[in-house]
């Protein structure tokens, strides 16, 4: 222990030293630091800020800090009246679950908030706050349950888990070797149970000196008093701990762990007296001490009857001791952390009119908010990757990756779908930072970086991040292996663009030169914003990368045109990997496409984002100064948009089609009236003034026979033969991520056109704007109030919401829909 207790002190001093609130000058004196840089101060209380979260999005709650191998934890829990509900433990947040709610409901990951979980088959409602110090290091969680109305003496078991992962083996002494960080139990050990609050303290390279608390909660909290003729160490009254060691990466499994400890328990049991019927719930699920071990993973089981709230601390040694959370102070803090949440939604959110008047709207919008931060993750590990196999280009068939482990990677994230989706998604993720582009654009800066940081050297991105083991864990083995041949669209290079067009010109703090009070000035939040040389800055250091990124596209989609007599101009290209019922790679799946599929084929949508790829690239290269680049992607993007015209437009359809050949080798239009039609649209590359085109775009979306629908513009025309045939998945649904973009579309081209549309033009645009809006916010506000979720789409003919629930991702852009002006007119 005397080794350890001075490697405890170095490391705090370390720590101390690390964390700038001291340094060592030449002579070894100590001073205190001053800082007087501001984007070095404001980067570490941004960082700092969102070091700690509930990062572990695909459990119900889960949290862990923004280090690659560090202190994970999580709760989980069961009913404790019965022996069948133990094989229904809540840990991972799952599709089918039996809830009506389970999401935050008012929450910032740089402040806390609260998650509120009805569970129905428990008959129980679980709200869990957690709020951080202002220092970003500490934190604080309230487990708070309620039964429901007849159920108010069932039983319930919660299992807090922590697991300290990253340890290193050090030479402390010539004889003995001892891990560089650890978690241990200050409570003397009790095989029996524990009464009051049981503590840890730990340590590790990265967090420095720390304690975990976890207490009983109050008074008024009833535990069950079990058979209480059975052996002492079963008492329900008391809390139990359990401990072993886990090896890196596999914290992550602490429910099968703790499953496989408790079976083992059991089984002695029965062994003991005879038969389970013996034995009540409450005695027999308590996770007993049989191997004496003590390591580096901890379960402390409590079981209630009743209603019954408890507390869960960690306290960081470098907490200042003002800021220090404790169960006394914790209401507190958690009542002032919904508080700064609810003043920086109404700072950042005005909803119009007609959603403004109806304050059940405003509860929707702050748990749109909340729901799709609450789904921020931090991942970290290897992924699967196959470099071999080579599509062939006259074969679309389903091929069978075999990859090959890549990384490590790391990845600061949001999902589509905590029950569902619970990982990176590469087109999914520029719609779910458009909600918080006003609200928090210093953390979309830095999850746009998280994600380019993952450009390879061939310029590639995996389209579905499944990194580390966790994250497999959640995904079938026939989808979790990636193609560097297959790409998605590049939705993040929109999101920075508008960073870069709506920074200010100048930086209201003036010249950063000047001696300033740091703390007074910084604003986490919108720094970004406020100061355009730090967004200048990255643009310059990943424009390279993004430059590479384009290339790869250009590159791997090329398309063929001299070989089917196109023309000259060979910006014209195809999905790579699609087979004849499936486009994944374009993400809108089973979309209808050229049948049969043809090495011939061009897709518009591709062609598309390319366009707009170019475009926003482009602007950077503006910023940069780099003119030789602007010349080139202007170029690149005028030709574009010329093959969108010249190869795409039919004529007769009075659409944009997909091109393939038919059985001589004559180019044919592919036309299926629907999503795809629409991109030149939705990406913006039809020029204002091309009114006949806009007009018969206007009216395939509005017309009740094509798009139209009264719950929003469906994926696909009700006069296509593949109408809601099949999987049907995007052949009729409709998807809010598209209704957002044709929005935004519709109210572009009118206030830049309108001086060139006829009246009659410009009326339908303004009328289906506003209609539009009002359908969808309404129909996707009406199923969250009846199933209380939000949907991954909804259905045309009766507006019911359908596939993964708490669809948090890009349908999260109904709150930017329902911050959009009520009328353009």
């Known amino acids: 222990m005397k080794s350890r207790n001075w490697f405890f002190f170095i490391l705090l001093l370390i720590q101390l030293v690390s964390s700038n609130q001291i340094r060592f000058d030449l002579h070894g004196t100590i001073d205190e630091y001053a800082e007087n840089d501001l984007t070095s101060k404001y980067n570490k209380l941004a960082n700092d800020s969102l070091l700690w979260g509930p990062y572990r999005s695909a459990l119900y709650f889960g949290i862990r800090p923004r280090i690659p191998r560090s202190l994970l934890s999580g709760l989980m829990w069961f009913s404790a009246d019965n022996y069948q509900s133990i094989g229904k433990i809540r840990h991972f947040y799952e ?406 067009e709506n920074v200010s010109k100048y930086s209201k703090y003036g010249n950063l030169n000047d001696p300033v009070n740091v703390d007074e000035q910084i604003s986490v939040g919108n720094f970004v914003l406020n100061n355009p040389e730090v967004l200048t800055n990255y643009t310059r250091e990943v424009y390279p990368k993004l430059k590479s990124h384009l290339n790869m596209f250009r590159r791997t989609q090329k398309g063929y045109v001299e070989e089917f007599d196109r023309g000259s101009n060979q910006e014209a290209y195809r999905w790579r990997g699609r087979t004849e019922t499936h486009c994944l790679a374009s993400g809108i799946d089973d979309y209808p496409r050229a049948s049969p599929a043809d090495v011939a084929e061009l897709n518009v949508d591709l062609l598309s984002w390319i366009g707009i790829m170019t475009r926003s690239i482009s602007l950077m290269a503006e910023i940069l100064n780099k003119k030789e680049d602007v010349e080139e992607f202007k170029q690149i993007e005028n030709d574009i948009i010329e093959n969108i015209n010249k190869l795409h437009w039919s004529e007769d359809e009075k659409t944009f089609c997909d091109v393939s050949v038919n059985e001589d080798d004559e180019n044919i239009f592919v036309c299926h009236k629907g999503y795809v039609s629409l991109f030149p649209f939705l990406t913006k590359l039809i020029s204002v003034d091309d009114n006949e085109k806009l007009q018969s775009i206007i009216e395939i979306i509005s017309n009740p026979e094509e798009l139209w629908s009264d719950y929003g513009v469906r994926s696909l025309s009700k006069q296509d033969p593949n109408y809601r045939t099949g999987e049907n998945y995007w052949k009729s649904p409709i998807w809010i991520n598209i209704n957002y973009l044709i929005l935004d579309s519709i109210k572009y081209y009118y206030n830049e056109g309108k001086e060139t549309m006829s009246n009659e033009l410009a009326k339908v645009f303004a009328e289906t704007y506003q209609q539009l809006r009002i359908n969808i916010v309404k129909n996707v506000f009406d199923q969250w109030e009846s199933t209380g979720f939000v949907w991954e789409q909804y259905n045309d003919e009766d507006g019911k919401a359908q596939k993964a629930k708490n669809f948090l991702g890009w349908t999260s852009t109904v709150l930017t829909m329902m911050t959009m002006p009520e009328n353009i007119d």
């Open 95 to 500: 599709q089918n679950d039996d809830m009506s709610k389970a999401n935050w409901i008012e929450y910032d990951p740089r402040i806390g908030g609260r998650q509120i979980i009805k569970d129905n088959e428990n008959h129980v409602d679980i709200t869990i706050d957690f709020v951080k110090s202002h220092d970003g290091l500490s934190w604080g969680v309230k487990i708070d349950s309620k039964f429901h109305e007849g159920y108010k003496d069932k039983k319930i078991a919660f299992v807090w888990y922590s697991g300290l992962e990253g340890e290193k083996r050090s030479e402390l002494d010539s004889d003995e070797k001892e891990r560089t960080g650890f978690l241990k139990l200050e409570n003397t050990k009790n095989n029996l149970g524990y009464e009051g609050d049981i503590k840890f303290v730990g340590i590790s390279e990265e967090l420095g000196a720390f304690e975990l608390t976890i207490n009983d909660g109050p008074d008024t909290n009833k535990h069950p008093k079990g058979n209480p003729d059975l052996n002492s160490e079963l008492d329900p009254r008391k809390t139990h701990h359990y401990s072993l060691t886990v090896p890196d990466d596999n914290v992550w499994q602490a429910r099968d762990i703790f499953m496989t400890m408790l079976q083992e328990s059991i089984k002695e049991l029965i062994e003991r007296f005879g038969a389970v019927e013996k034995i009540p719930p409450e005695n027999l699920f308590i996770l007993r001490d049989l191997q004496n071990f003590e390591g580096n993973l901890h379960f402390i089981e409590k079981i209630y009857q009743g209603d019954c709230e408890f507390d869960i601390i960690y306290d960081n040694a470098l907490t200042p001791q003002s800021q220090k959370i404790n169960s006394k102070n914790l209401a507190t803090k958690i009542n002032d952390a919904l508080k700064a949440f609810e003043e920086k939604f109404q700072l950042n959110f005005k909803i119009n009119a007609p959603f403004d008047s109806l304050p059940k709207y405003t509860e929707f919008a702050k748990e749109l908010l909340s729901g799709l931060l609450g789904g921020l993750s931090y991942v970290y590990g290897d992924h699967l990757v196959d470099r071999e196999t080579i599509f062939d280009d006259d074969s679309f068939e389903s091929y069978q990756l075999n990859g090959a482990f890549e990384g490590p990677h790391e990845l600061f994230t949001l999902v589509p779908s905590r029950p569902f989706f619970p990982r990176g998604f590469y087109w999914d993720e520029g719609f779910h930072l458009m909600p918080l582009l006003q609200y928090d654009s210093d953390l979309v800066l830095d999850i746009i970086k998280s994600w380019f940081n993952l450009i390879d050297e061939d310029g590639w991105i995996a389209r579905e991040q499944i990194i580390g083991r966790e994250s497999r864990s959640r995904v079938p083995k026939e989808f979790q292996v990636q193609s560097p041949q297959i790409v998605n669209p590049p939705t993040l290079t929109l999101v920075l663009t508008y960073l870069l």
